[in-house]
């Protein structure tokens, strides 16, 4: 039997023990409300911030990849082009570098006719687009590519193959009435550098002033004049490269 004021102390102890812990849940429940406060307020001011900066961010990690690699590989999706050369004149402001350039300056994709099935004398097929224009209106390069002859021929009159650097591509321009200045052989002609002027050289008949385009796919690039012809009118159209 333990005596009476060992009780009344051991009772005073444990109401004192009942009021503490009670006023330590108020606090810690208090301390927990303004925990989740706090993490709400928290999370709340991150995901304005991340919203705000969202935009600007991942641009400037993108763009230096595009950047990187445009010479080297040809451009990626032609389909978002199409719509857009064809109210845009030509060669000064058709913004792709790898694309076909209309060899003719001044003449837009909407005024080409395909003019590749064509039939001429002999029987032979056209396997070309012609596309006329003024006497004297410069004649572009249409792509870059290596000058590899200036040819006097009795049907394409005066006439230039030019090799792509992919060495199996030819461009070969023909009726011009002249050359640019100072061209010759092995010059490596940039796309959209004039190098000679629309005539009716040739075959073309006389008055008939147009440049006679054709693209051929050669196996052997010593063998410019020996490949086969593709239509050059899609390639126009579209601005694509072969
Ligand atoms: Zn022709």
Redesign the pocket.
């Known amino acids: 039997m333990l005596p009476r004021s060992t009780l009344a102390r051991a009772q005073k102890h444990l109401m004192a023990f009942n009021l503490s812990t009670r006023a330590q849940t108020r606090l810690i429940r208090t301390a927990l409300l303004a925990l989740v406060c706090f993490v709400a307020a928290f999370v709340w001011l991150n995901v304005r911030r991340n919203s705000g900066n969202d935009a600007p961010l991942p641009t400037p990690i993108a763009s230096p990849s595009v950047y990187a690699t445009p010479l080297a590989s040809p451009p990626p999706a032609p389909a978002a082009q199409s719509s857009t050369p064809l109210n845009q004149p030509a060669p000064a402001s058709s913004g792709n570098e790898t694309s076909l350039l209309i060899p003719v300056a001044g003449v837009r994709p909407d005024q080409l006719q395909d003019?590749y099935t064509d039939a001429r004398s002999e029987g032979r097929v056209?396997d070309?687009i012609?596309i006329p224009a003024a006497r004297n209106t410069p004649v572009l390069a249409c792509a870059d590519g290596t000058i590899v002859k200036l040819f006097q021929s009795a049907r394409g009159g005066t006439t230039i193959y030019q090799l792509d650097p992919d060495n199996k591509t030819v461009y070969y321009y023909a009726h011009l009435d002249h050359y640019a200045d100072g061209l010759t052989e092995n010059h490596f002609a940039r796309r959209g550098e004039v190098i000679g002027y629309v005539g009716d050289t040739g075959n073309a008949g006389a008055g008939n002033y147009h440049l006679?385009f054709s693209i051929s796919i050669v196996s052997d690039p010593k063998h410019f004049y020996d490949g086969t012809n593709i239509d050059p009118y899609p390639l126009l159209r579209r601005g694509n490269t072969p």
């Open positions: 003019t056209h070309a012609d006679h």
